[in-house]
């Protein structure tokens, strides 16, 4: 059973556009997580959710909007889809008080 | 905030050497280190972490080293294989309770030639 799953896996879209990524977890984890991994690698911190509660908020655009239906699902919404927002996006699940992440297999999003 | 520099970014090594990937970071008040393997195509995925009040851990032929006064950590993979091959990313967190802000390097891109 995969324990941290992502759909979909690809997204192709135009620019302006609107689209969501799902996220959900069945490993009994409290802590959702999104980051963002772009060409070069890099690994970012996007959002964290606790308990459906919003944790962490770094500096992101606010055409991004996670939601948190219950502790085992983290949704991203992002509007007016822009080019720089072509990336990896993964998210992942801790259980509280451990700082070990669980991630997903990423949705790779291209922006036309 | 935290800022964490791992070097060197590409590292390629003869299968059965060993491996080194170094990185510092500046939030004295970081107390978690833990190291990630990228594969292809695949999420990050936890291999070895290690926390502030403890210098040194090994795990097979894993093993990570923490200076806390020169803010520098390091993975060190011995007898290196093939399916070593991977990004290996480092990263420095504060840490407690469900506030677990990792800062991520940017990566170590490692090739074992066999």
């Known amino acids: 059973d995969t324990a941290v799953s992502q759909t979909p896996k690809y997204l192709v879209t135009q620019m302006g556009n609107d689209k969501s990524i799902k996220c959900e977890q069945n490993?009994?984890?409290?802590?959702m997580y999104w980051y963002k991994q772009d060409s070069k690698k890099f690994l970012k911190i996007m959002f964290s959710y606790n308990n459906k509660e919003l944790i962490i908020n770094e500096t992101v655009p606010n055409r991004f909007s996670p939601k948190s239906p219950d502790k085992a699902h983290l949704n991203l919404h992002i509007n007016s889809l822009e080019l720089g927002d072509s990336a990896v996006y993964f998210c992942a699940s801790s259980r509280m008080g451990t700082g070990e992440l669980f991630f997903g297999e990423g949705s790779r999003l291209t922006v036309l | 905030g935290e800022n964490v520099e791992q070097h060197p970014s590409t590292l390629s090594v003869q299968e059965g050497d060993s491996a080194v990937i170094k990185c510092t970071y500046s939030d004295s008040a970081s107390n978690y280190f833990p190291w990630y393997k990228q594969e292809l195509g695949k999420g990050p995925q936890l291999i070895i972490d290690?926390?502030?009040?403890?210098g040194e851990k090994k795990d097979q032929r894993i093993a990570v080293t923490l200076n806390k006064t020169a803010k520098h950590f390091s993975l060190h993979i011995t007898e290196t294989q093939p399916e070593d091959s991977a990004v290996y990313f480092c990263a420095a967190s504060r840490g407690g309770g469900s506030n677990y802000k990792l800062t991520f390097g940017k990566g170590t891109l490692l090739t074992v030639n066999p």
């Open positions: 490993l009994g984890h409290d802590t």
């Open positions: 290690i926390r502030s009040n403890v």
